[in-house]
């Protein structure tokens, strides 16, 4: 069975990712690393516990990640990011706290670790800033060639940015280390708005979630109907919400929902376009293509998946 780690800055479409991995026998969730992003580090890192354990999942150990970009000493959570995820970055919805408290390990040191361990056998997933990651390759850069896969979310190629006309909101959080990764070798796939946006949840979904009768399925129906409320003002012309997250977590359980074009990516590091995903000119014509970025998605098959394994994981969960 194949090692998943994900690496979160768990707001609404990161849960959503952590359902769907553990709702999917393919694969076994080793442990999630936490960052900043849709909410403060410690938020995140509360907000992973306390999901875990709604879910049926204790045993999912979770590490403390950096809690702010590579050129920052801070970081500040957006109000946009506010009115999308929620204060608490799940929809305002209250679970109970955890009793269990995050690894002393740090989550550097467990990526690299699970490079070393399982290598080939090791998916990671990460939803949010690349900032881990790149911190991992530049401490251990031999891990690039023991990973199995990344499957990030983030970027945008043929689609226009979220958070201003090139960029995506989790590149744009740390540019500079999402480049790392891009141009560093690590076999990468990027799940980029390309796609993500293509995936659509409405409320006629959610109610299944609810008829359920769980509390967890009610947590997850409360949490995402917010999110879908957001999308109403942000992107009425989508008609629900976007599965971002949780798609890479399905690329990386089953890499045929997507369509994907190899090419060598970089990341705009200056100047007016930063932030933007793009192809590197100067690997162009090399042979050896290490990133993949998906171009198409099998839309039914992918919700569909979604909702089974969710849906069957929220009902059993208790």
């Known amino acids: 069975m194949r090692?998943?780690?994900?690496?979160?800055?768990?707001?609404?479409?990161?849960?959503?990712?952590?359902?769907?991995?553990?709702?999917?026998?393919?694969?076994?969730?080793i442990g999630i690393t936490g960052t900043y992003g849709n909410v403060l580090l410690e938020q995140?890192?509360?907000?992973?516990?306390?999901?875990?354990?709604?879910?049926?999942?204790?045993?999912?150990?979770?590490?403390?990640?950096?809690?702010?970009?590579?050129?920052?000493?801070?970081?500040?959570?957006?109000p946009i990011s506010e009115f999308i995820h929620g204060k608490n970055g799940i929809g305002d919805?209250?679970?109970?706290?955890s009793n269990?408290?995050?690894?002393?390990?740090?989550a550097i040191d467990f990526i690299i670790d699970a490079a070393k361990t399982y290598g080939k056998d090791l998916i990671y997933v990460p939803t949010g800033p690349m900032t881990n990651i790149a911190a991992a390759l530049r401490t251990a850069p031999e891990i690039k060639d023991q990973i199995g896969?990344?499957?990030?979310?983030?970027?945008?190629?043929?689609?226009?940015g979220n958070v201003s006309p090139w960029a995506e909101a989790n590149i744009s959080q740390d540019p500079d280390a999402a480049n790392e990764l891009f141009r560093s070798g690590a076999p990468t796939t990027m799940i980029g708005l390309d796609v993500t946006l293509q995936t659509l949840l409405t409320y006629k979904e959610t109610q299944r979630w609810r008829d359920l009768g769980t509390p967890a399925a009610k947590f997850l129906a409360d949490m995402t109907d917010f999110y879908i409320k957001a999308y109403e003002t942000t992107s009425p012309h989508l008609g629900g919400?976007?599965?971002?997250?949780p798609l890479a977590v399905g690329v990386a359980v089953d890499p045929s929902l997507v369509t994907t074009l190899p090419i060598n990516m970089q990341v705009d590091v200056e100047g007016a376009t930063r932030g933007r995903t793009i192809g590197d000119n100067t690997r162009l014509n090399d042979p050896v293509k290490t990133m993949e970025v998906a171009v198409q998605v099998d839309v039914p098959r992918f919700l569909k998946e979604f909702m089974d394994r969710i849906g069957g994981l929220a009902a059993q969960a208790k």
């Open 3 to 29: 090692k998943l780690i994900l690496d979160l800055d768990t707001g609404v479409d990161d849960t959503l990712a952590i359902s769907y991995a553990l709702g999917s026998p393919e694969v076994e969730l």
């Open 44 to 78: 995140g890192i509360r907000n992973d516990l306390a999901i875990t354990d709604l879910l049926g999942h204790p045993e999912v150990k979770v590490y403390k990640g950096l809690p702010h970009a590579s050129t920052s000493d801070s970081f500040q959570v957006l």
């Open 93 to 97: 919805v209250r679970i109970p706290d």
């Open 100 to 106: 269990r408290e995050p690894e002393t390990e740090s």
């Open 149 to 160: 896969k990344i499957v990030l979310m983030g970027g945008a190629l043929t689609v226009c």
């Open 241 to 245: 919400c976007g599965l971002h997250d």
